[in-house]
């Protein structure tokens, strides 16, 4: 911690790291992970240097959505898990004929990283969590999994799938985003 500085700091010493690397967590931390070759001096003469960026970043964190991954316990998760499977799984039946593809399982699960994933034998996993998201990001979720079902990467065909139902999705990806992120420089 550095005791001159506004807020909370916490350095951290990255032996395999290159470069320094500063961010800005949701609760307002502000981390600075430093290479074992840089001195704590020059560490914190860095910050100074940033303090205007950890001001405005802040302020950043303190507009965007809550980081809903990181919220929730296994409580609430037995409470609306088949809520959950019900509603994901209709929606994946509707985007499923859509584009007439059809995935071999579907699994509603209590994860803190992601809000869907799809494997290469075709099942489909979801995040509890999406129950929570406005209903258009809830639907990218689902058309992004459901595209994973003949496209399993990010390349220009699966997006040109993903925007056949959702002509915007880069601006819903985005906005999905900052339901997880925390702010780096």
């Known amino acids: 911690m550095i005791d001159d500085f506004d807020g909370d700091v916490i350095i951290k010493k990255r032996p395999r790291s290159k470069t320094l690397r500063l961010s800005v967590q949701a609760d307002g931390r502000v981390v600075l992970s430093v290479p074992r070759f840089i001195s704590l001096l020059f560490a914190k003469r860095f910050l100074v240097a940033k303090q205007d960026w950890i001001v405005a970043a802040r302020e950043r964190m303190r507009v965007l959505p809550p980081r809903l991954l990181h919220q929730g316990d ?13 509603r994901i799984a209709e929606r994946v039946g509707y985007f499923e004929h859509q584009y007439g593809l059809k995935s071999c399982s579907l699994s509603i699960r209590n994860q803190r990283s992601r809000f869907g994933s799809c494997s290469a034998s075709g099942h489909l996993s979801f995040n509890y969590r999406l129950l929570f998201l406005p209903s258009d990001l809830f639907d990218y979720v689902i ?28 601006s819903k990806k985005r906005e999905l985003q900052a339901f997880n992120r925390e702010t780096v420089a």
Do not use: G, M
Not at 79 to 85: D, G, L, P
């Open 74 to 86: 296994e409580k609430e998760y037995r409470a609306v898990k088949e809520e959950a499977r019900k």
């Open 143 to 170: 058309v992004h999994e459901v595209c994973h079902l003949k496209e399993l990467n990010h390349s220009w065909r699966f997006w040109a799938l993903v925007s056949e139902t959702i002509p915007d999705y880069q």
